[in-house]
Nanobody, 126 residues
Framework: QVQLVESGGGLVQAGDSVRLSCVAS????????MGWFRQSPGKEREFVAG????????SYADSVRGRFIVSRDSGKNTVYLQMNSLTPEDTGVYYC???????????????????WGRGTQVAVSS
């Protein structure tokens, strides 16, 4: 039973930085692609960033590229999302997700991920 638990969210001001963490338990996910998604009120869940099974390939949504950095610490079974230069448009609930098959690439589609955390709220004030 894979469990993903996110942490690190909170209320911040525009221009601040926040680092989110996602700890996996129940199964080692070092060979699985991991993704971060977010959902704002009234909007669909959208892809933010992801890291491939090799810990080298990363993908970003256009809206966060150059500001956010996704990384993984395989020894800790943890994935991080470093968020810099935050804007109010970055407000939302951030979810960590994992693909169940080994050696899959990062996908922008939420339907391709099999395991999800409960999310952590990030609110950015102007």
């Amino acid at each position: 039973q894979v469990q993903l638990v996110e942490s690190g969210g909170g209320l911040v001001q525009a221009g601040d930085s926040v680092r989110l963490s996602c700890v996996a338990s129940g199964h080692t996910l070092t060979r699985n692609a991991m993704g971060w998604f977010r959902q704002s009120p009234g909007k669909e869940r959208e892809f933010v960033a992801g890291v491939g099974w090799d810990d080298v390939a990363t993908s970003y949504a256009d809206s966060v590229r150059g500001r956010f950095i996704v990384s993984r610490d395989s020894g800790k079974n943890t994935v991080y999302l470093q968020m810099n230069s935050l804007t109010p448009e970055d407000t939302g609930v951030y979810y960590c997700a994992a693909r169940s098959s080994y050696y899959d690439f990062v996908s922008y589609a939420a339907a391709h991920y099999d395991y999800w955390g409960r999310g952590t709220q990030v609110a950015v004030s102007s």
